[in-house]
C-alpha cells in the first residue's frame, strides 16, 4: 500500500474518531446504532491497511462516502431544530476528501499537505479562539478589543469555510467542463463556459497579493458572478453563496509553481470537481430569502 493512501487512511479513522466524540454528548438511545456503524467503518479501514491491499482512487473515495453517508444519517436523525449547530468555538477541521497526493500532477502533495494540516487548521483554531473570546467580552470592555476578535473571526471564520468548500470543489477525476443545470446558466450569464472560464481565471491572476476568486450565485439577482476577494474576507460579496472557489493565496501553489500563479491558475481547472460545484447550485438555488 503507498504510503499516502495508508497516511489518508489513518485520518479518515482520526476523523471517525472526532465524530464519535461529539457523538458522546447525544442521548446514549440515539448514539448506540450508530457508534456502532462508525466502529464497522473504522474497523473496515483499519482492515484495508492491515492487508496492505492497493486501493485505487475510486475505492478511496467510496470509504470516505461511506463515512460522509453515515454523518449524514446521524445530522437527520437528530431530534430538534440546528441539528447541524456547532457550538462556540467548537469547529473542526474536516478530513480531506481524497488523498493528499491524489490531485498530482497539478498540486502536488507536500502542498496540499501543507495546506490542509497547517493553514487550513491554523484557520479553525483562530476561529474557535475569537468565538470564545466575542462569546467573554462584555460591554465593560474595551470596544477595540470586540474589534479586533471580530476582524479575527471574520478572517480565520471565512478562512475555514473557503478551505472546506476549496477541498470539495477538486477532485481527482475532475476538470472538463460542468453538466446540466449549472451549464445551461453559465451559457446564459456569460455567454459561453468558454467566457466564464476566461474570466474566472483573469479574475484570479489578478488578485493583489493572498486572496480567492469565486463563482458564486446571486441569490437577490438570480445570476451567476465572478468574484475576488482579498486575504480571506477583504472587499467580500455579501449574501451570495460560494460555489467554485480557488485559493490563490502563495501557501496554495508556491511550494511547485514558485511565482508562477497563472500556471496554477490553469492548471488548476484540471481538478474541478463540477458534479460537486452542480451540487451546490442546485442546494443554493433552493433558498429564498426577502
Ligand atoms: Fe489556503
Known amino acids: 500500500m503507498n504510503v499516502h493512501t495508508e497516511q489518508y487512511l489513518h485520518a479518515l479513522i482520526n476523523w471517525a474518531d472526532e465524530v464519535q ?27 484495508k491497511i492491515d492487508d496492505k491491499q492497493e486501493l485505487t482512487q475510486e475505492e478511496m473515495y467510496r470509504v470516505k462516502e461511506d463515512g460522509e453517508q453515515i454523518l449524514q444519517t446521524i445530522l437527520a436523525n437528530r431530534k430538534g431544530k440546528n441539528t447541524k449547530r456547532i457550538g462556540v468555538g467548537e469547529h473542526q477541521l474536516p478530513p480531506l476528501p481524497y488523498a493528499y497526493d491524489a490531485l498530482e500532477p497539478y498540486i502536488s502533495k507536500e502542498i496540499m499537505r501543507l495546506h490542509h494540516d497547517k493553514h487550513h487548521k491554523s484557520y479553525v483554531e483562530g476561529l474557535n479562539n475569537a468565538e470564545k473570546m466575542i462569546q467573554k467580552w462584555t460591554a465593560s470592555q474595551n470596544k477595540q478589543m470586540l474589534r479586533h476578535w471580530m476582524r479575527e473571526q471574520s478572517f480565520n471564520g471565512s478562512g475555514h469555510f473557503l478551505h472546506t468548500i476549496f477541498w470539495n470543489n477538486m477532485s481527482p477525476n475532475g476538470g472538463g467542463t460542468p453538466k446540466g443545470q449549472l451549464m445551461s446558466k453559465i451559457k446564459e450569464d456569460f455567454s459561453s463556459f468558454d467566457a466564464f472560464k476566461k474570466l474566472f481565471t483573469n479574475a484570479a491572476q489578478s488578485v493583489q497579493g493572498t486572496g480567492w476568486a469565486m463563482l458564486v450565485w446571486e441569490l437577490q439577482s438570480g445570476r451567476l458572478a465572478v468574484q475576488t476577494v482579498e486575504k480571506h474576507n477583504m472587499y467580500a460579496l455579501w449574501d451570495v453563496i460560494p460555489l467554485l472557489v480557488l485559493d490563490v493565496w502563495e501557501h496554495a501553489y508556491y511550494l511547485q509553481y514558485e511565482t508562477d500563479r497563472n500556471k496554477y491558475v490553469e492548471n488548476w481547472w484540471n481538478v474541478v470537481n463540477w458534479d460537486n460545484v452542480n451540487d451546490r447550485f442546485n442546494r443554493a438555488q433552493t433558498l429564498t430569502w426577502l
Not at 461529539?22 to 474497523?43: G, M, T, V
Open 21 to 47: 466524540q461529539k457523538l458522546s454528548h447525544s442521548h446514549r438511545e440515539f448514539q448506540l446504532p450508530y457508534w456502532r456503524e462508525i466502529d464497522n467503518w473504522k474497523n473496515d479501514i483499519q482492515a
